[in-house]
């Protein structure tokens, strides 16, 4: 499967975009601090266990695997997502839900929130592709105040109805104060 890489363009636009959330619009009050803009680009091998929920097709997905990042070096993830399957045939798998890329020595760790939708491949329905807007959301040490976007495209393969293994490219966006 061929992964498209966010062009220049696309991630000139996702720093203007960045920067916009940056700037108050209210000069009065602007408050402009020195940030780092950085981009990030990074690929994952995880495992996800769905559980269910009271609520018919809604589970609580648990992600759990090694990731590798330009910004950050060798991370874990750990996320917990919502997935909410549809009713009707024909529609997208809806997913939403937080997660953590830690260093492996522990330092440091940037947060994130998803939201996504995913499909079953047209060749086999025990595989997944999804797709997922990415937000950072602060996290420790060196990106304590972090902020930024990225988008994330991911393939599942299920290996029970419970279980899958999940591989997912990331590029994005990280700001940080200097």
């Known amino acids: 499967m061929r992964m498209k ?20 619009t209210d000069s009065t009050k602007a408050d402009l601090h020195a940030v780092n803009f950085a981009p990030i680009h990074a690929n994952a091998g995880v495992t996800a266990t769905l559980a ?11 992600a759990t695997g090694v990731v ?6 060798t991370c874990v993830e750990n996320a917990q997502l919502q997935v909410q399957f549809p009713a009707t045939p024909n529609q997208p798998v809806v997913l939403n839900g937080t997660g953590t890329f830690t260093s492996i020595d ?29 937000t950072f959301t602060g996290g420790t040490g060196a990106f304590a105040s ?8 991911e393939v599942v393969m299920f290996t029970s109805p419970t279980t ?9 966006l990280v700001i940080t104060p200097r």
Not at 52 to 62: D, H, I, R, W
Not at 68 to 73: A, P
Not at 164 to 172: D, E, H, K, Q, S
């Open 5 to 24: 890489k966010m062009n220049r363009v696309n991630l000139a636009a996702l720093a203007a975009t960045c920067l916009g959330l940056v700037i108050t």
């Open 52 to 62: 269910g929920t009271s609520t018919p097709g809604l589970f609580v997905a648990t």
């Open 68 to 73: 590798q990042t330009s910004l950050m070096g």
């Open 106 to 134: 522990g330092t440091k760790s940037l947060q994130f929130s998803v939201s996504g939708t995913a499909t079953p491949d047209s060749a086999n329905s025990d595989f997944f592709n999804a797709k997922y807007e990415l």
């Open 146 to 153: 972090a902020s930024g976007a990225g988008q994330i495209t």
């Open 164 to 172: 899958g293994t999940v591989t997912w490219v990331l590029n994005g």
